[in-house]
């Protein structure tokens, strides 16, 4: 597969997955399980469409083209990895964070960064699999921050599991309906606006009130 082929996949996946199977078969398996350990795993590709992949694997596989154990099975196994890559990544830098003296970092609020994990860190690892961007970003947070790498794991796992089955089978059992398959573009956006959305507003409302205090 050529670069071409690839974006072309990542920005019409609908539409790409059915030529990819009929050209490499089996071999789709492993590029799906590429993107998402990618997608989950390097924070600048946070862009990858995962949950698209999901849904649309889910629904080959109720047309028989792909096999949903095996779908769900790889793709949880490729998130937890990704996730687990994202945080080893994150620890490295901020043990020369915590130890090294850099004038352009708060370490007062990496402490604080550090705390809020300890107290809510599981479920924001968990919830954060469904939003995207911050999907990626979270455990590279959870790494800096110096959360404990047993319970990351637990949260990890939980988090990963869910979100890949949950996709998965929504696209097995609704992938194919008519109204699903001919909007599925307009749903996916739609998603992805009702979750980040809040987000951003949220973060431009704290920046509004931080300004009006100064």
Known sequence: M???QLLDMLVHVDRAMGTLLAQYGMYVYALLFAIVFCETGLVVLFFFPGDTLLF????FCATGEMNLGLLMFLLSTAAILGNTT???IGEAI???VFTHDYRWINKEALSRTHEFFEKHGGKTIILARFVPVVRTFAPFVAGVSDMTHTRFQMFNVTGAVAWVVSLCVAGYI???T???RDHLSAIVLFGVGVAVVPIA???AWKLVRRMLKR
């Open 178 to 180: 008519p109204f699903v």
């Open 2 to 4: 050529d670069f071409v």
């Open 94 to 96: 901020g043990q020369r």
């Open 201 to 203: 507003l949220g973060g």
């Open 86 to 88: 994202n945080y080893w």
């Open 174 to 176: 609704f992938g194919n």
């Open 56 to 59: 649309i694997g889910g629904a």
